[in-house]
Every structure is written in structure tokens, then in C-alpha cells.
């Protein structure tokens, strides 16, 4: 490979590893000349991918393998490097919460949904960050744990994450599924507020994971390494503030211009419910399960190809 | 054919749409400043969409197949050319790509993606001009201003600032300009005439 490597991610809190390698000189020190791409949208990563403008993405496992597979026309030769974070999605709706908690299970949050849904006045309409995405699944856990269908109970929408603030002060949205630190933006600013999200409904599922291409395959050892040290300081509560005021500058600076106080929240989970924790694992099977049984849930995979997994 | 053409940069849609009228049998549209993509593919229900891949709501039309609710009447998929993956990866590269409505799929998306992708290469050379050209005066600023400042300290004149600074740099192998940009930090830059 004669250029740099192009490692696709969005403005999300957990694509901080990459962030912070590239900033702190990790993957020079690792012979790994890289350039990241900082995406408008899943799509655009996904399309990187699957026609060689990205060498590798920050990304969640649906798309992922939805990609390798080439559901969206074209396969890709993707394998997973290894994983980035865990957990860290938030579940937000707009309004007033009736029970001032997260949403219990079972019937209570059911009478809980139809109290705020009566306050809306209309079928709630629901964002995801993508519909090949945890934050899909994770809705759709939820509202199926309070008895809501997805299909006829609400409206889904599909929206970027950084979008999903404006939309709910517009009220364009009334909720969704988002991926740090958007949600926690919008509980601090007063739009919505959290009944739930990664740790209720999965709690420590695999969130982001790195993919690479064939292209990267020869630096895939190196590349690892790299984002292993910078997992490793992601971790280190003393770097937290660091961390968020990096991720807060804009990207022509070497930030991805996330909230700064709301980045810092996601960080710590003495502050949020919902916090990320940056992993750097090999990515197993049982990470996938209930991820592939899911997808083969919703038609979007067959019985081989959800017994494949990752190995896809 | 209905081609309904989503651009954020309004000069790159109309001159993108021009092009594509000068074909008769299409019939091109664009997408309204503040509406979102999905919301013109619905109000408008074209054949084939061509997007700027700088939109962030192309997800939102990527994923309506997924869909297990009817969100449009009519399917939408990315276009891909198997057959030419040359095309494919250039349109990606130079960010645009192509959706087709599915109630009838278009046989003739190729023309219009070549077409998009030439506009948008266009657009892109101009831009890079544009950015070379506001570098070079950029540079011409700092070196005239760093050869005020070496004629106000040297009492020199212009010709010999210029020979001074142009030594400098053949010596260390660099551009005037940084030569130049380093001589204004080393002395007081509120000292520049």
C-alpha cells in the first residue's frame, strides 16, 4: 500500500482510541502512517469500505458484517481487528418523564410509554444512527421489554447521531437510540431525558470495533498495538478530562468537535448510567450472538450466515 | 427519467442540473434548501437520486430497504456497476453516488453518474486552484511583509531584501515564504510596517 491508511470513523466519544493514536504519535511509533477520515455518515463508511477509498472504520458489528456481505450491493473483504468499546448508547426521549427513573419492564414501563405518548399527542417518532445498527436493536429490545411494537407503535427514523440534538429541540424526533456523547447532550441541555440504554438492554455489549480491509492486512499487528496503548490511556480516569477537551476541538485541530462536557460525562460512570469503556480484545463469537440473532430476527440474514458470525 | 439531483452546494446542484437538462428526455430536480433527503425522494418520487456523499442524511435513504414498515411506496437502492468497478470507486472518491427507485430500475444510471462524476471533478480542480491561488498570495503577503521589516532593521532596500531572503532559502532548502515566516517570528511582527 503506497498511501497512508485511511481509517474511516464519525464524531462519536468511542471513536476516541483512533483519535488519540493518531494525536499521540502511536501509530507513527508503530510505523503506521495513518489518515482519518472523519464521515458525514454511516453510509459513506460503509460505501469507503465495501469501493476502497478506507483501508479500515471505526463501526458497529450490524453494518459491518451487513457490508461484508454485500448487502448493500457490493461485498466488501473486511475482517474485524479487534474491539474498541463497550456499551455507551443512551435511550432518549423528549418531554417530561412520569416516572423520573429509567423505565422499569414489563407493564409498568408500558403504562409509563402511554402516559408520555398521550403528553405527545401523536405516534412517537423514533431516530436511529443508522438502520443496520446496535442502536436499532437496542430500541427494538427496549420497546419489545415494555411491550411496544416496533413496526405499528411508533415511527422510526433514521438520523446522524449529531443531528438527533437539533431534531429534538425542533421536535422533529421525539426520542431515539444515540451514541455517546450525543445522548448525554441531550439530557444536559434539557431536550430529552434517558429511560435506558446499553447497560439496561445489553449491558457490556460490544459497541465499536475496528474492521480492516484486505489492503491494511499487512499492518493489521502494528495497527493493533497502536490502538491497544490508546485504549489503555482512554482508560486511565486521569486522562478523562484530557480526553474530552481533545475530542471537543474541531477536526482541523485534531478534535472532533463533540460537546465537551457531555464527552466527559460519557467518560465517567460516576456520572452517567451509560458510560463508554474502551476495550481493545479480539472480537468473539459471543460477542456476536445475540447481535446475529437479532439480525436473523428481522430477516436481514440467513440461518448460515448468522451461525458464521464474525468469521464473516 | 426523473432525476432528482441532492447537493448541498447549490452552485455544484444547478451547474450539475444544467448538464443534465441539456438531455431532453430527463426530467431534473433538485432538493430544496433545509429538506431532508428522504422527505424530497418522498414528495418527489424520482427514478434515479445522485447525492453528495458530504450528506449526512444519505443514511436515512441507504437504509429505507431495511425497512420493515412501507416508508416509501417505492424501494431505493444504492446503484453499483459490478462490471465496472473503476467507475464505482471513482464516483465514492470524488463523493457522489447514486441511488435508483426500484419500481422500474433505470438502464441508463451510467451516463448520469459519468456525467456527475466529471462536474464533480471539475468542481474539485477549481477548488484546488482556488486554494493554490489564495496559498501563493498567502506566501506573497509574508515575504513582502518580512522584506518591509528586514529593509525598516537592515536600512536596506527591496531588491536587496529580496536577494537576502531568497539566499536564505536556497541555503536551507526551503520556500521563501517560510524563510520569510520564520524571520517575522524571530523579530517582533507588531514591529511590521
Same mark, same amino acid.
Given at each position: ?9 464519525? *464524531? ?37 469500505? /465495501? ?19 454485500? *448487502? ?56 436511529? !444512527? ?38 429534538? /429541540? ?108 474502551? !476495550? ?33 | ?36 433527503? =428522504? ?51 471513482? $464516483?465514492?472518491?470524488?463523493? =457522489?453516488?447514486?441511488? @435508483? ?51 525598516? @532593521?537592515? @536600512? ?19 520556500? =521563501? $515564504? ?11 511582527? @507588531?514591529?511590521?510596517?
Amino acid at each position: 500500500m503506497t498511501h497512508a491508511l485511511r481509517i474511516g470513523l464519525l *464524531r462519536l466519544t468511542d471513536s476516541a482510541p483512533v483519535i488519540i493514536a493518531r494525536n499521540h504519535g502511536l501509530f507513527a511509533q508503530h510505523g503506521i502512517a495513518a489518515e482519518i477520515v472523519v464521515s458525514p455518515s454511516w453510509s459513506n463508511i460503509a460505501d469507503g469500505l /465495501a469501493w476502497r477509498t478506507l483501508d479500515a472504520a471505526v463501526i458497529f458489528p450490524p453494518l459491518a458484517m451487513m457490508t461484508a456481505l454485500g *448487502r448493500r450491493g457490493h461485498a466488501a473483504s473486511l475482517r474485524p481487528l479487534c474491539t474498541l468499546s463497550r456499551g455507551g448508547n443512551t435511550l432518549v426521549l423528549r418531554g417530561t418523564n412520569p416516572l423520573a427513573t429509567p423505565w422499569p419492564t414489563g407493564p409498568a414501563g408500558h403504562q409509563a410509554f402511554a402516559q408520555w405518548q398521550r403528553g405527545l399527542g401523536r405516534r412517537p417518532r423514533l431516530a436511529v !444512527v443508522h438502520m443496520y445498527s446496535t442502536h436499532l436493536l437496542i430500541l427494538r429490545r427496549f420497546l419489545r421489554m415494555i411491550g411496544v411494537d416496533m413496526d405499528s407503535g411508533i415511527e422510526l427514523v433514521v438520523m446522524p447521531p449529531a443531528d438527533m440534538i437539533s431534531a429534538l /429541540a425542533d421536535r422533529a424526533i421525539d426520542g431515539g437510540c444515540v451514541g455517546p456523547s450525543w445522548g448525554t447532550e441531550a439530557c444536559l441541555r434539557g431536550l430529552g431525558f434517558l429511560v435506558g440504554g446499553s447497560s439496561t438492554i445489553v449491558p457490556g455489549h460490544l459497541e465499536k470495533l475496528l474492521v480492516v480491509s484486505d489492503a491494511a492486512a499487512g499492518q493489521a499487528d502494528r495497527l493493533k498495538a497502536a490502538l491497544g496503548e490508546a485504549v489503555s490511556y482512554c482508560r486511565a480516569p486521569a486522562n478523562r478530562h484530557a480526553i474530552a477537551q481533545g475530542l471537543a476541538l474541531p477536526p482541523e485541530e485534531g478534535g472532533l468537535a463533540l460537546p465537551a462536557r457531555a464527552t466527559f460525562a460519557t467518560l465517567d460512570e460516576k456520572t452517567t448510567p451509560e458510560p463508554v469503556t474502551f !476495550v481493545a480484545e479480539e472480537v468473539t463469537e459471543a460477542d456476536f450472538d445475540w447481535i446475529t440473532q437479532d439480525m436473523f430476527d428481522l430477516g436481514w440474514i440467513d440461518e448460515s450466515e448468522r451461525e458464521a458470525g464474525p468469521k464473516r | 427519467m426523473t432525476v432528482l439531483v441532492a447537493d448541498g452546494n447549490t452552485r455544484r446542484a444547478r451547474a450539475l442540473s444544467d448538464d443534465l437538462r441539456a438531455d431532453p428526455s430527463l426530467h431534473v430536480l433538485s432538493v430544496p434548501a433545509g429538506m431532508a433527503l =428522504i422527505d424530497a425522494v418522498r414528495q418527489h418520487q424520482p427514478d434515479v437520486v445522485l447525492v453528495d456523499m458530504g450528506r449526512a442524511d444519505r443514511d436515512a435513504l441507504d437504509s429505507i430497504r431495511a425497512l420493515s414498515q412501507p416508508a416509501l411506496e417505492r424501494p431505493v437502492a444504492l446503484f453499483v456497476d459490478r462490471d465496472d468497478v473503476q467507475l464505482m470507486e471513482t $464516483a465514492f472518491d470524488i463523493g =457522489i453516488c447514486s441511488y @435508483n427507485v426500484l419500481d422500474a430500475p433505470p438502464d441508463d444510471v451510467k451516463p448520469l453518474l459519468r456525467a456527475a462524476i466529471a462536474l464533480y471533478s471539475r468542481f474539485q480542480r477549481t477548488r484546488g486552484e482556488l486554494t493554490e491561488a489564495q496559498r501563493k498570495l498567502a506566501e506573497q503577503k509574508l515575504v513582502d511583509q518580512a522584506k518591509r521589516l528586514f529593509m525598516k @532593521n537592515e @536600512n536596506a532596500t527591496e531588491d536587496q531584501a529580496y536577494r537576502w531572503f531568497r539566499r536564505r532559502a536556497m541555503q536551507s532548502a526551503r520556500r =521563501i $515564504a517560510a524563510v520569510a515566516a520564520d524571520y517575522l517570528s524571530a523579530h517582533d511582527r @507588531n514591529d511590521a510596517p
